[in-house]
């Protein structure tokens, strides 16, 4: 069965800093992944996604992501964060047998400091 | 193509009433999606389409629930009875379907339902 576990249920960081949020997945078969972002009150947006191309994955607003198959992991980075950076971040994990049914984390929420 | 669009943004009901949320999917895909988020947790699948196929629900669809997409393109969920703890943020999505499903989807800005 597929799973996804963010580590770190909030992160703080300066504006200006790196930006890294953590996401691990399991899964029996090989996994499309996903980061999506949620602003208050709003829906989820799509940031990047792995589908078994190229391993690092560029994504909107400057987010890339690496898929490791070896440690089962793809962390979200961000070379220097905004303010407008502040939301949840969630990683997520298709079920495949193309259902597009995903499984996704709790979330990340990330802290911008001035 | 205005994307995905829920309505109402916010829905206040009283325990036991009956509510119903619309979504509207992009026009040309035919896969939809029902999600249920609960405050500080991720979305949950709660059921999907394929055109107005229902295909799966998820066990997290009581009885109380119920989802239909009658023409294939827009879709309704309904809650019966209401109780507390349905009190959520419900996301719909939509995708083109198919292989390309499991690229990831256009999500909706959500019906946020408090039962009071």
């Known amino acids: 069965a597929q799973s996804v576990t963010q580590l770190g249920s909030h992160v703080s960081v300066s504006e200006g800093a790196l930006v890294l949020l953590r996401c691990n997945y399991s899964?029996?078969?090989?996994?499309?992944l996903f980061w999506y972002v949620q602003y208050p009150n709003q829906g989820l947006q799509l940031l990047l996604k792995y589908t078994s191309a190229a391993t690092l994955v560029k994504g909107i607003n400057g987010f890339e992501a690496e898929f490791k198959k070896s440690e089962t992991s793809f962390h979200l980075t961000k070379p220097s964060a905004h303010m407008r950076d502040a939301a949840e971040y969630f990683c997520a994990v298709s079920v495949g047998s193309n259902t597009g049914k995903l499984i996704f984390g709790q979330g990340t929420t990330l802290q911008v400091k001035p | 193509d205005t994307g995905v669009s829920q309505d109402p943004r916010h829905k206040i009901t009283k325990r036991g009433q009956n509510v119903t949320f619309r979504c509207d999917p992009i026009s040309e895909h035919n896969r939809l999606y029902w999600y249920r988020q609960t405050l500080g947790q991720g979305p949950e699948f709660l059921t999907y389409f394929q055109n107005e196929a229902q295909l799966e629900k998820s066990r997290l669809l009581s009885d109380r629930f119920s989802a239909e997409r009658p023409k294939g393109s827009f879709s309704t969920l309904e809650i019966q009875r209401t109780e507390q703890g349905d009190s959520a943020m419900y996301l719909c999505?939509?995708?083109?379907?198919?292989?390309?499903?499991?690229?990831?989807?256009?999500f909706g800005s959500g019906t946020r339902l408090t039962v009071v």
């Open positions: 999505a939509s995708s083109p379907g198919g292989g390309t499903a499991n690229y990831g989807y256009t």
């Open positions: 899964s029996s078969v090989p996994p499309y």
